[in-house]
């Protein structure tokens, strides 16, 4: 009989994730000024969280690959557990945002006449690619949980 198992997280996933996003950053800017009659502006913090958390997930990533794949340690099954929800929700949230934030910037790229266009392009992008970082931080947290077959328990 075989034991059900947990796929990871698939690319579709990230990539439906990702389009979501771009629609739902490219809607911001266009209903934020129709509500309120002004371009909706970033700040440098938006930006600045994403890299903290990026940086976060990719530490805890690489601790525990070296810890489960490298060493062959053993750590306790709900380290794992949590570990690898942890991944798996920074990959969802990662590739929602990157995409948020880069649909937001593709909005204020028709607008020529505004002078926050450049500022607010370079906080999107660099949102966006701390976005990228935390999908992929989180993909490698979640694979770097996995145990091969011969270490399953005999039995």
Request: glycine share 12%; with cysteine; aromatic share 8%.
């Amino acid at each position: 009989m075989s034991r059900p198992r947990l796929r990871p997280v698939a690319a579709s996933t990230l990539t439906a994730w990702a389009i979501v996003g771009l629609i739902g950053g490219w809607l911001v800017r266009r209903v934020g000024a129709s509500i309120s009659g002004s371009n909706p502006v970033i700040g440098w913090i938006h930006p600045v969280v994403m890299v903290l958390l990026a940086a976060i997930v990719v530490g805890t990533a690489w601790i525990t690959w070296r810890q489960m794949q490298v060493h062959h340690e053993r750590i306790e099954a709900y380290r794992a557990v949590n570990r690898m929800v942890l991944g798996r929700a920074c990959a969802m949230v990662g590739a929602l945002l990157a995409g948020g934030y880069l649909g937001y910037a593709i909005s204020w790229l028709g607008l020529r006449g505004d002078p926050l266009v450049h500022t607010v392009l370079a906080r999107a992008f660099v949102a966006a690619a701390a976005g990228v970082i935390l999908c992929a931080g989180g993909v490698w947290l979640e694979r770097a949980c996995r145990i091969r077959e011969d270490h399953d328990e005999e039995g």
